[in-house]
């Protein structure tokens, strides 16, 4: 599964610290290994531009395993 999504409200209704605009793109892998185990891995990327501070981004790794019993 692979999706995205930005938020980027109206400048002139934020305070001077707030993200003018966020981003973020995510692809997720999930993994039956059997009846009783999943594997999963997701990468997500994410940028944001603020108003007055200097504008971020990063890349996240997540893990997941699940045991059912």
């Known amino acids: 599964m ?3 999504g930005i938020d980027a409200p109206f400048v002139r209704d934020l305070a001077p610290t707030q993200i003018a605009r966020n981003q ?3 692809n ?4 039956d290994v059997n009846r009783n185990f999943q594997v999963g ?3 997500d ?3 944001a531009s ?3 501070f200097l504008d971020n981004e ?3 790794f997540m893990t997941q395993f699940v045991w059912k019993f």
Do not use: M
Request: net charge positive.
């Open 2 to 4: 692979s999706g995205y």
């Open 24 to 26: 973020a793109f995510f």
């Open 28 to 31: 997720t892998l999930v993994w």
């Open 41 to 43: 891995f997701e990468v």
């Open 45 to 47: 990327y994410r940028k």
């Open 50 to 52: 603020y108003i007055r």
């Open 58 to 60: 990063g890349v996240n």
